[in-house]
């Protein structure tokens, strides 16, 4: 089974796509990170760093629960072998049987939100050629910021994932923030795309924050104000992450980040000052 936390009446669970080397030196993904700012980021997540000094990274979804109720999926993976992270990331991913593990069928996903559309994160939302939805009873949540800028994130978007959603009536944009359940919160957190969206779940004295791309290495926990290289505007991103981050440790309520690329899929937010 994989790893899981319970917030209130929903269980979060968190779903292992792959992992595998980034592509680029982490010291070119950072380059404002000092060396005092890379100690500190292996002491908090020390499988992020292999023995030559690699950035190692996971790449997850997370899977929202009621019950036995119909779930919600939060990220889509690297994808199958002929997805569009092929070029980069370690697929073919085990989104599918990381699935049947956690006794989800794509058939109980009934809203699947996309933080971004970056390829590593909509690997498994279409596939097959032509396109057909992975997931047939879903509505997936994209921000509209994020739709009107999909040619500058990516030329091959429109045709490989947005027309085969439009086309199932699956596709629902997003204007802002918005509540897609009870306890359950989409806030836009531009920066890293221009529709950048994260998602929080609020249980009232406990409050789980799924990240996204808002940060993707320790390094941003330790510092969140450094810029990552692949962040299509870096003030924004920047202002994005310390506007949340800064507001939720000053909640009374605890705050957990489920974040995609980190070790630990599940991270007390307070673990940054440690």
Same mark, same amino acid.
């Given at each position: 089974? #994989?790893?899981?936390?319970?917030?209130? &009446?929903?269980?979060?669970?968190?779903?292992?796509?792959?992992?595998?080397?980034?592509?680029?030196?982490?010291?070119?993904?950072?380059?404002?990170?000092?060396?005092?700012?890379?100690?500190?980021?292996?002491?908090?997540?020390?499988?992020?760093?292999?023995?030559?000094?690699?950035?190692?990274?996971?790449?997850?979804?997370?899977?929202?629960?009621?019950?036995?109720?119909?779930?919600?999926?939060?990220?889509?993976?690297?994808?199958?072998?002929? $997805?569009?992270?092929? &070029?980069?990331?370690?697929?073919?991913?085990?989104?599918?049987?990381?699935?049947?593990?956690?006794?989800?069928?794509?058939?109980?996903?009934?809203?699947?939100?996309?933080?971004?559309?970056?390829?590593?994160?909509?690997?498994?939302?279409?596939?097959? $050629?032509?396109?057909?939805?992975?997931?047939?009873?879903?509505?997936?949540?994209?921000?509209?910021?994020?739709?009107?800028?999909?040619? &500058?994130?990516? #030329?091959?978007?429109?045709?490989?994932? *947005?027309?085969?959603?439009?086309?199932?009536?699956?596709?629902?944009?997003?204007?802002?923030?918005?509540?897609?359940?009870?306890?359950?919160?989409?806030?836009?957190?531009?920066?890293?795309?221009?529709?950048?969206?994260?998602?929080?779940?609020?249980?009232?004295?406990?409050?789980?924050?799924?990240?996204?791309?808002?940060?993707?290495?320790? *390094?941003?926990?330790?510092?969140?104000?450094?810029?990552?290289?692949?962040?299509?505007?870096?003030?924004?991103?920047?202002?994005?992450?310390?506007?949340?981050?800064? =507001?939720? $440790?000053?909640?009374?309520? =605890?705050?957990?980040?489920?974040?995609?690329?980190?070790?630990?899929?599940?991270?007390?937010?307070?673990?940054?000052? &440690?």
């Amino acid at each position: 089974m #994989p790893p899981n936390r319970t917030l209130g &009446s929903i269980t979060v669970t968190a779903l292992t796509d792959g992992e595998g080397p980034f592509f680029q030196p982490r010291e070119e993904a950072f380059p404002h990170a000092t060396a005092e700012q890379w100690r500190a980021a292996d002491r908090l997540d020390p499988g992020s760093v292999t023995a030559d000094g690699r950035w190692w990274l996971r790449f997850r979804s997370f899977a929202l629960r009621v019950g036995d109720g119909p779930v919600t999926l939060v990220d889509a993976g690297i994808g199958p072998a002929d $997805s569009a992270a092929a &070029s980069w990331a370690p697929v073919p991913g085990r989104l599918p049987a990381e699935l049947a593990a956690a006794g989800i069928d794509p058939a109980d996903v009934r809203t699947v939100v996309l933080t971004h559309l970056h390829s590593d994160h909509i690997g498994w939302a279409v596939t097959g $050629s032509p396109g057909t939805p992975y997931f047939p009873n879903a509505d997936y949540l994209v921000q509209r910021a994020e739709l009107d800028a999909i040619g &500058s994130i990516n #030329p091959g978007l429109p045709a490989g994932l *947005v027309a085969p959603l439009r086309a199932a009536g699956q596709l629902r944009a997003v204007d802002g923030e918005a509540t897609i359940a009870p306890g359950v919160r989409l806030l836009p957190t531009p920066g890293h795309t221009p529709g950048h969206q994260c998602v929080l779940l609020d249980g009232g004295d406990e409050r789980l924050l799924l990240t996204g791309d808002l940060l993707v290495h320790a *390094v941003q926990l330790v510092d969140p104000t450094l810029a990552y290289a692949h962040e299509m505007d870096p003030a924004a991103a920047r202002t994005s992450r310390t506007t949340l981050l800064t =507001t939720l $440790s000053t909640q009374p309520s =605890t705050t957990t980040l489920a974040t995609p690329h980190l070790t630990p899929p599940f991270l007390p937010l307070e673990a940054r000052c &440690s």
